[in-house]
Nanobody
Framework: QVQLVESGGGLVQAGGSLRLSCVASGRTFSLYNMGWFRQAPGKEREIVAAINWSGGSTYYADSVKGRFTISRDNAKITVYLQMNSLKPEDTAVYYC??????????????????WGQGTQVTVSQ
């Protein structure tokens, strides 16, 4: 059974930084793509960043390019989201996710089938 556990959320002032972590278990972590999504109140969930199984390919939403960095440590079965220059509009619940199957496009949201419980990120003015 795949389990994803996020941590690292919190309250930060605009311009600040946070690093989210997600520990995965239940299958061979290094074989699967990983992604970070977010959902703000009243909005649909959106993909923020994604990384392929090896770490050699990444994807970022336009809204976070140049500010967020996704990375993974397969030995620690962990994926990270470093968030810099945070803005109030980054406020959301952030979810770690992974596809049910190997391969496929990392930027295709519908391909993700396992989700963490989410961690709240709040950016104040």
């Amino acid at each position: 059974q795949v389990q994803l556990v996020e941590s690292g959320g919190g309250l930060v002032q605009a311009g600040g930084s946070l690093r989210l972590s997600c520990v995965a278990s239940g299958r061979t972590f290094s074989l699967y793509n990983m992604g970070w999504f977010r959902q703000a109140p009243g909005k649909e969930r959106e993909i923020v960043a994604a990384i392929n199984w090896s770490g050699g390919s990444t994807y970022y939403a336009d809204s976070v390019k140049g500010r967020f960095t996704i990375s993974r440590d397969n030995a620690k079965i962990t994926v990270y989201l470093q968030m810099n220059s945070l803005k109030p509009e980054d406020t959301a619940v952030y979810y770690c996710a992974t596809p049910k199957y190997q391969y496929g496009s990392i930027s295709y949201p519908q391909g993700y089938g396992y989700w963490g419980q989410g961690t709240q990120v709040t950016v104040s003015q």
